[in-house]
């Protein structure tokens, strides 16, 4: 899997720009997917220990604040092998900075935290950062997108029984796709995100595909 993310996250990023062009427009500009609820699933990895990847699951939740949306996940991540299994919270806030030509940039704000326990070692990692978004000016049936942003994190806790705590920057891009099929959207999305410093099981993986559904 590894070997194909690549080529995914490559993909991903021709359907977003291609939508950009294709969308066809609606009533009114929206920066983000609005309000919904729903579940989501892929793949997470991190380039640790050699590199450790596993399935990814849980939930997302948005809601409409005015033309902006507030966006909240939540995923626990089944690592391979003895690795520790994190649960990963994030929280997004997107609102529109300014449209050219039926595109729209929209600000983003992001927060994240994550959580992992082995055997007697535990820790936690907080980030956030700032980015900006580029998807249609007006809704549609068919929303793409494409993120950039830069992040800070810091991971504290206890490994091999040393107290660690660590510092990392990192600038991340992701690129996704939502249909909407009558009453429920479906969303496929790919990011790339790597921390300096070897952070550990950040909120953010270092490569992480997923398809939500809600």
Known sequence: MPDRVPTVLAFSGLLALGGLMATRPAAAQQCGPGSAVGGAAGYAGYAVAGGIDGAQYGADASIAVGSGTLQLSGRLVALEGAAPDPVLGRGRATYPLVAVRGVALCGDAHAGVSRFAVADDTGVVLA?????????????????????????????????????????????????????????????????????????????????LALAVG
């Open 128 to 208: 956030g950062g700032l980015g900006v978004t580029l998807e249609p000016a007006r809704t549609g049936t068919v929303r793409p997108w494409l993120s950039v942003r830069g992040l800070g994190g810091r991971a504290t806790g206890t490994v091999l029984g040393v107290d660690t705590d660590a510092t990392g920057l990192a600038v991340g891009v992701e690129a996704g796709l939502e249909l909407e099929l009558g009453p429920v959207a479906v969303r496929l999305s790919g990011a790339r995100d790597g921390f300096a410093g070897g952070l550990g099981p950040t909120p953010y993986p270092e490569t992480s």
